[in-house]
């Protein structure tokens, strides 16, 4: 990448220019009135990054926000952000690792302070442009790292949301202890700054190991749209008694939002079991319903599971509160 989003911004031709052609779709070079190498390049890469932002954040595409390719593939889809805000608010927020801000400036309205913070100076230029494209001025970005925040303020947040960096070396990585910073440690080290927490975590990463691993854990919420699991949420309460089991969450939305929402104690956890068989119908989960292994929690009565797995059940009748592909048995 030749150019610096700095040396961009700066101008204020090549950002109204950059704006009018990726909104008016003119992606040809003879629309240009700026004749700029520097231009060329970023306009190359953000025409690119627009017709993927287009799908995933339309809003800030909409609003003519710029990206870079890591920051606009680990921000969340808008559906979720906004699945956020409905249920996060207050007076005071703390975003740690803010990124691109994707999430960030859909909570934002949400509440009457925002503090954001990423040690990423390029992301700091570009989170101010892109707010005050979005409208969103309550929101102050500081280019620091959490733990650096954190350690300098005392004062407790309603909420503090964390998304850290699941990339290493430009490498995805797998399981949280190799996320940076590390959710475990600076949760279990500053957990008093927030009276809530919400912790973005990977599809991938194990919920049992969630579990022992963040003290406080109230909700563990299993997100999934167009039924791909796209993240876990860690739902955390720094000042819960740790008596009670924590509530399993599986939500199935669309690009419309909430379209399917199931609820089961985490605790005890499931117990092997032998598959079964019977029933006139089969029924096969969703990934969110497999990941969480809420049926295996909880089965309705007279459904008996296929395989060890619990990616297969046999079931008396058709119960379309449970997401997924029945099959009638007879007509296999």
Known sequence: MGYKFKEILASSTLTQEACRVLLNGQLDAKSLTVKSKLFDQFISVQRELYQKAMKRLPAMAAAGCFFTRQALEQASSEPLARWKARKMNGALLYDLCGGLGADCLILAPGFRQVFSCDPDEEL????????????????????????????????????????????????????????????????QQFGSRGKNWLIKLSPLDDIQAIYHAFPGLSKLWVMSHHGEVKEILAELQPNMET?????????????????????ASLLPWPQAVAPGTGGDFLFEPTPGLIKSELLQRNPPHGWFSGNARGTLWFAPAIDRSYPGRWTEVALL
Do not use: C, I
Not at 126 to 136: I, Q
């Open 124 to 187: 700091y230029d570009l989170f101010g442009y892109n707010a005050e494209r979005m409208g969103v001025a309550n929101v102050q970005r500081l280019p620091v790292k959490a733990e650096a925040f954190l350690q300098n303020t005392e004062t407790v947040a309603d909420w503090v949301y964390f998304d850290p960096d699941r990339r290493s070396d430009g490498r995805r990585q797998t399981g949280f202890k190799h996320y940076s910073p590390e959710p475990a440690s600076l949760y």
């Open 243 to 263: 008596t009670l089991s924590p509530q399993l969450n599986v939500v199935e939305m669309d690009d419309t939002g909430e379209t399917s929402l199931l609820q």
